[in-house]
């Protein structure tokens, strides 16, 4: 299961023990947002792409939206999201649950700019009732994230 394979990822970096499971689905950003009693802004949702073939991952804050342009402008290409079937097989995480920890080996991870204006922010550990909360700096350590690129749009204040 995502959830045990993300508790051994974490353990590594002695985190294991803040994740959280609900008695309730967090697969959503208003969802998440709910179950933590958090502002939906502060949920780190985790995008799935494909680039050249590739999966790639796109952690950005809860109100955040893609912004087509800007996506073609960074990645060469058209946004296209990963179906639920290819999340699972490509990413190792089905939706509701994609997160930046414990993916299949060659998923490249960016983070969006939309997160820095947050102390710390909620990502998904891999199954769709469960969250961490995280600074930005353990949001990176922990991502193993190749760079922080801007691709959104809605979320500006």
């Known amino acids: 299961m995502a ?11 002695g985190l294991a023990d803040r994740i ?13 947002a709910q179950a933590l009693g958090c502002e939906p802004c502060r949920i ?9 073939g590739e999966p790639i991952l796109i952690v950005a804050a809860g109100d955040a939206k893609i912004d087509n342009p800007r996506y073609k402008a960074q990645f060469g290409t058209k946004a296209k999201m990963l179906t639920p079937e290819e999340a699972e097989t490509m990413v190792g995480h089905a939706v509701g649950g994609v997160c930046p920890f414990g993916v299949n080996e060659g998923v490249k991870v960016y983070l969006d700019e939309s997160l820095k204006r947050f102390s710390t922010v909620f990502p998904a ?3 769709s009732n469960s969250a961490i909360e ?3 700096a353990e949001l990176e350590k922990v991502s193993g ?3 922080w690129v801007d691709v959104c749009k809605n979320w500006q204040a």
Do not use: M, N, P, Q
């Not at 959280?20 to 998440?32: C, G, K, M, N, Q």
């Open 3 to 13: 959830i045990e394979k993300v508790k051994a990822y974490f353990a590594a970096f």
């Open 20 to 32: 959280r499971e609900f008695d309730v689905s967090s697969a959503t950003v208003e969802l998440a």
């Open 125 to 127: 550990c891999g199954s």
């Open 145 to 147: 994230f190749l760079s």
């Open 134 to 136: 995280l600074t930005i």
């Open 44 to 52: 780190a949702k985790t995008l799935s792409f494909l680039v050249e």
